[in-house]
């Protein structure tokens, strides 16, 4: 339905849904929408649609998950069509691709670029959201849908004096469009997670030296990127929606070679020989080698030794080599890095590691950066300094539910919702890969499709059933909120100051984020929920009611 209705003020256009942001979320659950015979505005902040993709723009940008696994499955021509030129895409394709899929399902005719949303305010007596851009737009719409993703609040450090340095300051995660040059430039990057550890072997490239202040030493493996295999490529065409519905039964969402072997039952030698195995084919998978390594300490110790081991082999200079070896936290505990020649790089004359943890950065002046022990002139200042993970794209929006309530209040000691996709006292409003979801813990992609299709399904319950309203029960959120957090205890993942917990962000409650049940258990939870007639949640209906199964009638309130 889209209607416009005036108020004293202004022309307020009414739509069915509204969805906020334009990444791999955002353009789906925009096409799941339509599918539905709804309609929709999404509006996105960006000139241009791709989300993350579109942001992280920087040199080396590439994704860690196999292409043929990091794309949608929702639409078999779709799979059929697109051809992925590498193992794992550079930043480029996957924003081609997601230009691709914009373009084919004519989805750009219901998205507004350049647009800001600032606020969403719930309207009880009509069980309508208001949400207003920094454009001046104003929507009125039954479902609030935030894909606002969670790795795109760009963060960068307050550094005294940063604003009288003379030379460009960049941040990876929002990276201008068009080419940078750095040819024969003093850089400095700042951070050492994936993204310093993608840009720096690019920027040694051309700089005529590259400085990398590295507060915190990781873990990375070598990616070992290669154009992609035809034949796989093929043999995976063939049967693309088996190998989906497969991935959708794993922990990760993602078809690793799963090791269900504990590290500690083999011998020291075949340990060896396993991580080698691992190492040599690259990637992420370096983490199944065996069952337990995010669980036992003991196991994981083993594992991290092995890549301290492969650092001091690979980086010459002995000095470097030791300031580059993680021991604060577990392997895996921080997002693991995947690299292309990361570590071969301080090999090179022209990069130098410097250690801030030792001797913090002070200030900067229009020359560079002083840190407590020396300075370094600098023409170009690289922050990869990482984003306010998950909750922060939505923290930087008015949203308001029932009574008034804002969910920064809600929220203020950590965010709760029920599955990631709803929090009590905000009806109808949904988020994709929320705090409580599996999200960054798997390959996205799949998470957002589970997601979009289990709210798009919510949907079409509401509107099949005239349902005016759909809330998460706030006692059934609350023990959803514990079992997250008891499910991360179980874990080695809380042993970092990692992001997930939100550490990385001054005066941020230190609450583990994304859900660690695993992809699989947490889609079958969705599931069962679902076919317990929506345990969990509550529905409102006002006025008089067509026929609602039993399922729905026992849950109205
Ligand atoms: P990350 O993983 O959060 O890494 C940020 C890096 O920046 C990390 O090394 C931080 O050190 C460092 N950092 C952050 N703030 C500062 C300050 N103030 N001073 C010095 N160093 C700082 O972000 P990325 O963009 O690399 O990756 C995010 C995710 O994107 C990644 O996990 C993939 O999933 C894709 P710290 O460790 O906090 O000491």
Not at 496 to 518: C, D, Q, T
């Amino acid at each position: 339905m889209t209607a416009c209705r005036k108020t004293q003020n202004e022309a307020i256009l009414e739509r069915d849904a509204v969805v906020v942001g334009a990444g791999f979320a955002g353009l789906y659950m925009l096409h799941k929408v339509r599918e539905l015979g709804r309609s929709a505005t999404l509006f996105e902040a960006g000139s241009g649609v791709g989300g993350t993709w579109f942001w992280n723009r920087y040199p080396g940008a590439r994704c860690d998950v196999d292409s043929l696994e990091y794309s949608f499955s929702f639409c078999e021509e779709l799979q059929q069509e697109w051809n992925w030129s590498e193992r794992f895409a550079a930043q480029p394709e996957i924003l081609a691709y997601l230009n691709h899929v914009a373009d084919r399902f004519d989805l750009s005719r219901d998205i507004k670029l350049e647009t800001r949303v600032v606020s969403a305010v719930y309207d009880e007596t009509r069980a309508r959201w208001t949400v207003r851009t920094d454009r001046g737009d104003a929507l009125s719409v039954r479902y609030c849908i935030m894909a606002t993703g969670c790795l795109s609040a760009a963060r960068e450090p307050e550094i005294p004096g940063l604003y009288t340095f003379k030379g460009a300051v960049y941040h990876t995660g929002r990276w201008p469009h068009g080419e940078v040059d750095f040819t024969g430039k003093r850089v400095g990057v700042v951070g050492t997670g994936s993204s310093g550890i993608q840009v720096a072997p690019m920027l040694a490239k051309s700089a005529s030296h590259l400085y990398v202040f590295q507060r915190t030493p990781n873990f990375s493996i070598p990616a070992r990127n290669t154009p992609t295999d035809l034949y796989r490529e093929r043999q995976w065409k063939a049967v693309y929606p088996e190998m989906h519905r497969e991935a959708r039964e794993t922990t990760a969402g993602i078809l690793y070679e799963y090791n269900t072997t504990p590290a500690l039952s083999v011998s020291e030698e075949q340990r060896r020989n396993d991580f080698a195995a691992r190492w040599r084919t690259g990637g992420v998978n370096f983490l199944r080698t065996y069952c337990d390594i995010m669980v036992d300490k003991s196991a994981n110790d083993d594992d991290a030794e092995f890549v301290r081991a492969r650092i001091r082999e690979i980086v010459k200079d002995e000095r470097t080599a030791e300031k580059l070896l993680p021991h604060d936290h577990p392997i895996g505990a921080k997002r693991i890095c995947t690299d292309t020649d990361y570590f071969d790089t301080y090999n090179r004359d022209n990069v130098t590691l410097v250690d801030i943890r030792t001797a913090p950065i002070e200030a900067m002046s229009p020359e560079g950066v002083r840190t407590k022990d020396a300075f370094y002139e600098l023409d170009a200042l690289v922050f990869a300094t990482g984003f306010d993970a998950v909750t922060g794209s939505l923290a930087k929006i008015d949203i308001r539910g029932r009574s008034g309530r804002a969910l920064s209040e809600k929220w203020a000691g950590g965010p709760r919702s029920y599955l990631g996709l709803m929090t009590a006292g905000f009806p109808n409003f949904f988020t994709i890969t929320g705090p409580g979801s599996p999200s960054i813990l798997t390959n996205v992609v799949v998470s957002i499709e589970q997601h979009v299709e289990w709210i798009g399904a919510a949907i079409a319950h509401l509107e099949a059933y005239s349902v005016d309203a759909m809330d998460a029960d706030a006692e059934t959120e609350n023990a959803w909120v514990a079992h997250v957090d008891e499910v991360a205890h179980r874990t080695l993942l809380v042993l970092a100051n990692s992001w997930y917990l939100g550490a990385n962000i001054p005066g941020k409650p230190r609450v583990f984020m994304p859900y660690a049940g695993g992809f699989k258990v947490y889609r079958q939870k969705c599931e069962e929920i679902v076919a317990r007639g929506y345990e969990g949640f509550i529905f409102e209906k006002r006025g008089s009611a067509p026929h609602a199964p039993a399922a729905l009638e026992t849950s109205l309130s």
